[in-house]
């Protein structure tokens, strides 16, 4: 059953969670941590078209764009200068940037329906980082709950992803509150 479950996590993070019956093409594909030229703290290819991974470095950013990423996506809340310069260096190599910071509160509704937006983007190779990869892991299991996936996937999903058991507790209490 768990090797059926992650078989759908991969084939809905290409298709996105509605077409995922409907036999849809993988697009675009992301290497594996031992494909990269330059290693990238915490790393983790988390389904065909996505990855996650922790804070970037510019050499980093490089890489990503020498292994046809098309968006970085940051997660890390606060440090708008970081968020400045990593999107000067991201859009400098070609890439879309996006700072959707996932706060102690959470993502908002806005980020959340932006990321969504760029995962149903079939043809896109998305990095999905913060500073260690926990709250990258938070906001792709709230992207998975948004799209339909059962709470328990969408959070093995973002355990492989990079949620640490703190972060976790706190995302279970909010959307046990909700």
């Known amino acids: 059953m768990r090797i059926l479950i992650a078989l759908y996590f991969a084939l809905a993070l290409c298709c996105g969670a509605a077409a995922a019956s409907s036999g849809c093409k993988i697009v675009a594909r992301v290497p594996f941590a031992s494909q990269l030229e330059t290693p990238i703290k915490h790393y983790n290819r988390a389904g065909p078209r996505l990855a996650t991974a922790g ?18 996506v940051n997660a890390t809340p606060g440090k708008p200068d970081v968020a400045a310069r990593e999107r000067a260096l991201a859009e400098s190599q070609g890439m879309a940037y996006y700072h959707l910071p996932y706060t102690d509160d959470g993502a908002s509704e806005v980020d959340l329906a932006t990321f969504n937006g760029l995962m149903a983007d079939e043809t896109l190779r998305i990095l999905l980082h913060c500073k260690a990869g ?23 999903a973002g355990r492989a992803a990079g949620l640490q058991p703190d972060m976790e507790s706190e995302l279970v209490e909010r959307l046990t509150a909700s």
Do not use: K, P
């Open 55 to 72: 804070t970037l470095t510019d050499a980093d950013i490089v890489e990503l764009r020498n292994q046809g990423f098309d968006v970085i």
């Open 134 to 156: 926990s709250r990258a892991g938070a906001l792709l299991t709230l992207h998975y709950l948004s799209v339909g996936v059962e709470r328990d996937d969408a959070l093995m």
